[in-house]
């Protein structure tokens, strides 16, 4: 039997959000618990419910890769619970999320705005109608356009799935004997017949920004794991409520959202800040990491855990800024984590401005397994980065178990 019973529910009881996937309770905990404080929740996860059983009416195992099993699922859940929405952080969720609308008549964003950010070549084509700076990539369904591309590019470049189903299938190029495999690579962790895209490497400040209702709320940066090259993995990521690239990036994020024509909900806008200007990468309807929300609540008071749960509803959202300081994510994952984690396993408290979570099992994360975060808080960007070092070494100080 593939579907657990959290508690019956009164027939007269409120409709449920449909949450679709979860995953590590260190990460994903403080979002389920948001949501179910909001109002009822059932899920449709790849793994039986576990942690997350206090929290959600009933769930339901399905492989969450396949849009055509999920919705049947959500069509057992919708037997005895009614549903009003459904939310999703993975962006490989997008067309299971759609279908479950369309059988249902949930409320969402509409066919064209999927569309318009769910396939990065037409995100790229209405970037440039819209006179929108963005990486400028070109989309390539056979190796001879991505060689193409290369030659217009030159090295190094970014070789990513146009639509992914996987996450972190990004991966830079740097020479022209690693293009073939780059290319098979992101033309599997693409959903078949959407091709892959060749962007140049854009050198710069990474950032994303996250709106709500189209105004800008936070900004996030992110630098990423040299363990996991050539893919682009996040290793550290750092909020600032008063993030000084906030003026420089909210003209480009307005006007990239106009472009595909999203201008209610939340939405996440990847960047570079360039030499020569902002430029858009990629831009998404739907919060990717329940962790960075949790962060940018800390930091900024605002709940987009909460506010993606009334939109996914079809309800109203308000967000109000109480700006709190800064706060960082260091991922501990990959050859480095197993040291790091080698210390006595109930300690969390590492110093009194920085927590560890340890993950109850290794999560894959791209090409490496993550076991774990550290999150730090401070005034500012400078000083949380100065704790994660200061952190990180104190955790390099403690007596290994045996």
Sequence with gaps: MNTDTARREDPRSPAHLLVLG?????????ATKRLSEAGPLVLIDDEPASWQRQYVSAARVANTSRPEIVEQAARWLAIEHSISGVLHFHPAHVRAAAAIRATFGLPGPTAATLTATTLR????DLMERGGVPSSG??????????????????????????????RYAARVVEGLEQLAEAFSAATAASWPGTGTIVEPWLDGIEATAYTLDSRLVAISHATFDPEAEPSLLPLEVVVDADDVC????EGTVTRALESTGH????????????????????LGTHLTDPLMAELIEQVTGVDLITAAGHHARGLPAEAVDTPLGAGAVRYLQGTAATRLLSGPAGQSGITPYARLDRYGADTRAGPLLRRGHLRVSGSDFPQCVTRLRNAIREMHTMPATT
């Design 22 to 30: 979860s995953g590590p309770r260190a990460e994903w905990e403080h």
């Design 121 to 124: 070549n037409r995100t790229l």
């Design 137 to 166: 990539g070109i989309h390539a369904d056979t190796f001879d356009q991505a060689l193409e591309g290369a030659h217009n590019f030159g090295f190094p470049l970014v070789c990513k799935p146009a639509e992914p189903r996987r």
């Design 246 to 249: 906030a003026t420089a990036i």
């Design 263 to 282: 201008r209610h909900g939340i939405a996440q806008t990847r960047l570079r800040i360039t030499s020569t200007g902002v430029r858009v990468i990629s």
